[in-house]
C-alpha cells in the first residue's frame, strides 16, 4: 500500500514572487508542493472574490495552505472556500488585533492610499540605492524576490492588509513567526511558534529551519 502524499500549497508576501521559496525542500515521497503566484486583482475586487480565485488554482482537495505575510492572510481567506488539512501562516497575523499600531494607524488615517506604490516599479537596480557589503546583499535579495510590482496589485494588496478586518482567530491554525520580525512585531502575535531570531523574511534566509520542522509540523494529526 503506497504512503499517502500530502499536497502543499504555499502563497508569497506581498509583492513578492513565488521564488521565496526556492530553498524549502520537503521530502517528495510525503510531500507535492505547489507554487501560488499572484493574480493582477481586478479593479475593487473584494479580498473575499480574490481568495475565490486563488482558490482556482488548487487542485487538491484536504490540501495543506501555508502563507507568508499577506500571503497568510491571504491562505486565510482561502481557507473559507476550500477543504484544507492544515492551514499555516509564517510571518503574518491572524486577525486585525495582531497588526501593528503604524497599520492600525494608517487604517484610521487612510494614509495608505498616499503610499506612492508606482515608484516601485521604477527601481531597476535596488543595488544602486544600497551602500556597504551587507545592505548591497540585502538589496540585490529584495530585487530578486520582489519582483510583483505592477501598481494596481501594490495599492490593492497594501489597502487589503491594513483593512483586513478578521476578529476571530481560524481555529486549528499554526502561526510560525519570528522573534526579530519588524514588519509585525511578535509582542502583538499571540500563540505562535516562535523561531529564534527569525526575521520578516526568515522564509528565506532560514530555509533550514523550515525544511527541518515543517514536515513534522504538517504531519502532527495529519491523516
Partial sequence: MSQEVSYVYFVPGLAADVSIFEYIKLPEDKFVTKMLPWKIPFKEESI??????????????????????????????????????????????????????????????????????????KIDDWEKLAFGDFAKKRAAMYQKYLSVSDKEYLDWAIEKMVCWDQEETIEGLIHIHGDKDIVFPITNIENCITVDKGTHVMIVNRARWFNKHLPEIINDNLH
Fill in 48 to 121: 473575499e472574490d480574490y481568495a475565490k480565485r486563488m482558490c482556482d488554482d488548487v487542485e487538491h482537495k484536504k490540501c495543506v495552505l501555508i502563507g507568508v505575510s499577506f500571503g497568510g492572510i491571504i491562505v486565510q481567506e482561502m481557507s473559507k472556500y476550500l477543504e484544507v488539512e492544515k492551514l499555516i501562516i509564517v510571518s503574518s497575523v491572524k486577525n486585525k488585533f495582531e497588526l501593528p499600531k503604524r497599520m492600525k494607524l494608517a487604517r484610521k488615517t487612510k494614509v495608505y492610499k498616499l503610499l506612492p506604490t508606482s515608484l516601485v516599479s
